[in-house]
Structure formats: C-alpha cells, structure tokens
Nanobody
Framework: QVQLVESGGGLVQAGGSLRLSCAAS????????MGWFRQAPGKEREFVAVIDRNPGSAYYAASVKGRFTISRDNAKNTVDLQMNSLKSEDTAVYYCAADRRLILPGTKPDYWGQGTQITVSS
C-alpha cells in the first residue's frame, strides 16, 4: 500500500505561482510512476502531468505544458508540481497519484491522495 498526502494548495492571483508537494509513505516511490491530476467543479478528473520511474521522463497535458513542471525526489519519497503563470481555468482540486505502471491520460492509477484545492482568482 502507498499513502499519498498533498500539500501546498491555496489561493493565488492569475499569473502567479504555486508549488504542490506530495509525500508518500508505505512504499519506496522509486518503483512507481507518479502523476498529478485535477478536477474542476462540474468536470471530470483530468490528467495534468506524470514523471516516470526514470526521473528524466516527464509528460504534460497540453493545457499546462510550458507552465507546470513535475519533479521527484526518490530519496525523500516526494513528488512536486511547480505551477507558474496560473490561469483561472487552473482552478481545481489537484490529486497526486502513483502506480507501478506508467500513468497516462485516461488511466486510473492504483493510489491517490486526498486532494488539495487550488483557486486562481482573475
């Protein structure tokens, strides 16, 4: 079992930045693909970014590419999401996820955090 806990959510003005962090316990993260998803009110949960077990392999949704950066620290068992140039449409609950398989858009990772709210005011 993997337990994931997100932190770093909050309220930010459009154009601003936030950094989310996800701390894992129960297993060593180095063998897991780690991702971030988000769910806006009235919408389905959507893929945001993933970083594979090879720290150099990261993939992003088109809507966040160039603005968000995912990173991981296997020694600390953490994965972060740096979010820059935030827009009102980035407002959502953000979830950390983990899976032994590569996380891709449309997949359902085995492990999820409880979510953290990001609100971007315009």
């Amino acid at each position: 079992q993997v337990q994931l806990v997100e932190s770093g959510g909050g309220l930010v003005q459009a154009g601003g930045s936030l950094r989310l962090s996800c701390a894992a316990s129960g297993r060593t993260l180095s063998t897991y693909s780690m991702g971030w998803f988000r769910q806006a009110p009235g919408k389905e949960r959507e893929f945001v970014a993933v970083i594979d077990r090879n720290p150099g392999s990261a993939y992003y949704a088109a809507s966040v590419k160039g603005r968000f950066t995912i990173s991981r620290d296997n020694a600390k068992n953490t994965v972060d999401l740096q979010m820059n140039s935030l827009k009102s449409e980035d407002t959502a609950v953000y979830y950390c996820a983990a899976d032994r398989r590569l996380i891709l858009p449309g997949t359902k990772p085995d492990y999820w955090g409880q979510g953290t709210q990001i609100t971007v005011s315009s």
